[in-house]
């Protein structure tokens, strides 16, 4: 399994970001995916999960109605549109699959929302 993220960067309070996720290594179209953030000295929290065929998405109280993540499985992808970020959204971005009840992680894209 490998996950490799991508689309971070520095941006304003207010601006948008896309965060991608290129997944291989396993049938992607089979699987939950996830993004979840750590900032420094906090813990990783789930941000958004979506499933196996995009159809069901669930986020966290903090970014709802600011982000949205989506999927295209022909391209083993998943992403994180981002908009509206605030200076509280820096943080590292983490890729996520749940597979037979381990944890894999990319090795995440930092984003950072300051003026």
């Known amino acids: 399994v490998q996950l490799v993220e991508s689309g971070g960067g520095l941006v304003q309070p207010g601006g948008s970001l896309r965060l991608s996720c290129a997944a291989s290594?396993?049938?992607?179209?089979?699987?939950?995916m996830s993004w979840y953030r750590q900032a420094p000295g906090k813990e990783r929290e789930l941000v958004a999960i979506?499933?196996?065929?995009?159809?069901?998405?669930n986020y966290a109280d903090s970014v709802k109605g600011r982000f949205t993540i989506s999927r295209d499985n022909a391209k083993n992808t998943v992403y994180l549109l981002m908009n509206s970020l605030k200076p509280e959204d820096t943080a590292m971005y983490y890729c996520?699959?749940?597979?037979?009840?381990?944890?894999?992680w990319g090795q995440g894209t930092q984003v950072t929302v300051s003026s």
């Open positions: 996520n699959i749940r597979r037979y009840g381990y944890d894999y």
């Open positions: 290594g396993f049938t992607f179209s089979s699987y939950a």
């Open positions: 979506i499933n196996s065929v995009g159809g069901s998405r």
